[in-house]
């Protein structure tokens, strides 16, 4: 098997024997807990952290020393309000006609997430998506080290995927325990997921994140995030189809604008009508759909 060192990333120490845990895992899950449970941060609050980071970086990445409320708001996509209750879970509550300063505040939350070591992840299943998701450097860049590859199809076993070989799912079991894998992310068709799912959680895999259009079943202390591609499309097609529809009867509910005359025959031709304002562009807005 052929591992990959990530830029920017010093991998996080492996364990000296196969059956202890890495150390650095082991200190990073009690803070999680205590990061949700005794502080009490609401799940929808965790979820909003890492768009808050992202916004941030790119502050920091710009030379942006202080950043407002407002302003974080405006970058990230939410609510001012939401924005500051949010970071006031964390303790950061920024400083009055400052706001907060970027570079502490990108600590903090990298802290607070876990992001301040590696973490080892697998991916299942490669197809078209899973190749895709093998050489996206994003996961990298957020501390996320793809260790392995795994795939059923002895036609993909054994090929080279972004400088990874693809193992057999025999080897999956094994290669979570020495590498202290607690994050998979599952490729592979809806029909297999459960299965793949099964096996992630037996060779000790606490947290998966899945693309396959299947609902999972898994023990209590098992997280799943689901990101259904085909679910989010129809959605835009469902609110495109609504936009179409409500231009249609606005358009039918209004009196004809041009009745024939001069006006109406400038107006097919073309020709603006004295007076009339011209239209305006619509506004733009910053969007970040949180789960």
Request: hydrophobic share 40%; with cysteine.
């Amino acid at each position: 098997m052929s591992t990959r060192e990530h830029s920017g990333h010093t991998p996080g120490p492996v364990a000296e024997h196969a059956d202890e845990p890495r150390r650095d895992v082991a200190e990073a899950v009690p803070a999680a807990q205590r990061l949700i449970g005794e502080r009490g941060i609401p799940e929808a609050t965790v979820g909003r952290l890492p768009v808050y980071l992202r916004a941030l970086t790119s502050l920091a990445e710009r030379g942006v020393p202080t950043v407002s409320s407002e302003e974080l708001a405006a970058e990230a996509g939410v609510g001012s309000a939401k924005l500051r209750k949010d970071l006031s879970h964390l303790g950061s509550y920024g400083v009055r006609g400052v706001g907060y300063e970027v570079s502490p505040l990108v600590a903090h939350i990298s802290r607070e997430l876990g992001l301040t070591q590696e973490w080892r992840v697998v991916i299942v299943g490669l197809g078209n998506l899973g190749r895709a998701l093998a050489s996206y450097g994003g996961f990298a860049e957020r501390g996320m080290g793809v260790t392995a590859l795994f795939d059923a199809d002895p036609a993909v076993v054994g090929r080279e995927v972004a400088g990874l070989r693809v193992l057999p799912m025999s080897e999956l079991a094994e290669v979570v325990r020495r590498e202290g894998v607690v994050i998979g992310v599952l490729a592979t068709p809806g029909a297999a997921a459960q299965s793949a799912c099964d096996e992630l959680v037996a060779a000790g895999v606490t947290g998966v994140l899945t693309f396959a259009p299947a609902v999972l079943s898994v023990p209590e202390g098992v997280d799943v995030r689901k990101v259904d591609l085909a679910s989010e499309l129809q959605i835009l097609a469902f609110h495109e189809q609504r936009k179409i529809v409500g231009e249609a009867v606005r358009a039918a509910a209004l009196p004809d604008p041009n009745p024939a005359g001069d006006h109406g025959r400038a107006a097919a031709r073309g020709g603006a009508q004295p007076g009339a304002r011209p239209a305006s562009r619509p506004s733009r807005r910053r969007v970040e759909v949180s789960r």
